[in-house]
Structures are given as structure tokens and as C-alpha cells.
Nanobody
Framework: HVQLVESGGGSVQAGGSLRLSCEAS????????MGWFRQAAGKEREGVAA?????????YYDDSAKGRFTISRENAEMRFYLQMDSLKPEDSAAYYC????????????????????WGQGTQVTVS
């Protein structure tokens, strides 16, 4: 049974930083697709950042995250991160990690349908 566990969420002032972690357990193979999504109250879930290993570790970012957020992973472990700097109040949301290439191609990397396994989320509040 595959499980994803996020950690690192919390409350921070505008301009501050947080580092979210996602750890996978129960996987028998390494996933090549990893992503971070967020869902603010009353809004749909949106893709924030993604990493696609077969494409040379290609990264994808939503425009709102470019230049402020960085997705990375540990090479030997099923663990990856989202470093968030220069946080803004509009970044407040529940953040979810996702793995598993449900669909392939750059088009799907920041879309929910591109992944088949999800974590339970961690709350980020920026004031």
C-alpha cells in the first residue's frame, strides 16, 4: 500500500520561507513523476511545481511560483521537497504532494490527472 506523507507546513509571515517534504513508503519502484499542488479555501486544486526525471530532471512551475519556489528530490530515496521563498498571503493553502505518472508529457505535469498517488496535505498560512 503506497502512502505519501507531507510535512513542513505551518504559519509564516509574508516574505518568509518554508520547506515542504514529501516521503513515499510502500513503493516497489521509483516514480519518475513528482509534483506539488495546492488548494486554497473555495478554490480548485492547482499545480505549483513538478519534476520529471526521464526528461533529465525537467522541472515545471506555475507562473505564480517561478523564481520563488524550487522543487528537488533526494536521488536515492523516494523523498522530495518544495522550497518556498518570498512567501505571499496568496500562497496560503493546503499543499499536496503527488507521484506516479498517470499521464505522460509536459502537458500533464501541473495537472491533477497526471498523477495517481496523493498525500493528505499540509497547511501553509502566510500572513
Amino acid at each position: 500500500h503506497v502512502q505519501l506523507v507531507e510535512s513542513g507546513g505551518g504559519s509564516v509571515q509574508a516574505g518568509g520561507s518554508l520547506r515542504l517534504s514529501c516521503e513515499a513508503s510502500g513503493y516497489t519502484y521509483r516514480s519518475y513523476c513528482m509534483g506539488w499542488f495546492r488548494q486554497a479555501a473555495g478554490k480548485e486544486r492547482e499545480g505549483v511545481a513538478a519534476l520529471h526525471i526521464p526528461r533529465g530532471g525537467s522541472t515545471y512551475y506555475d507562473d505564480s511560483a517561478k523564481g520563488r519556489f524550487t522543487i528537488s528530490r533526494e536521488n536515492a530515496e523516494m523523498r522530495f521537497y518544495l522550497q518556498m521563498d518570498s512567501l505571499k498571503p496568496e500562497d496560503s493553502a493546503a499543499y499536496y504532494c503527488a507521484i506516479g505518472c498517470a499521464k505522460y508529457g509536459p502537458t500533464w505535469r501541473l495537472k491533477e490527472a497526471g498523477y495517481n498517488t496523493w498525500g493528505q496535505g499540509t497547511q501553509v498560512t502566510v500572513s
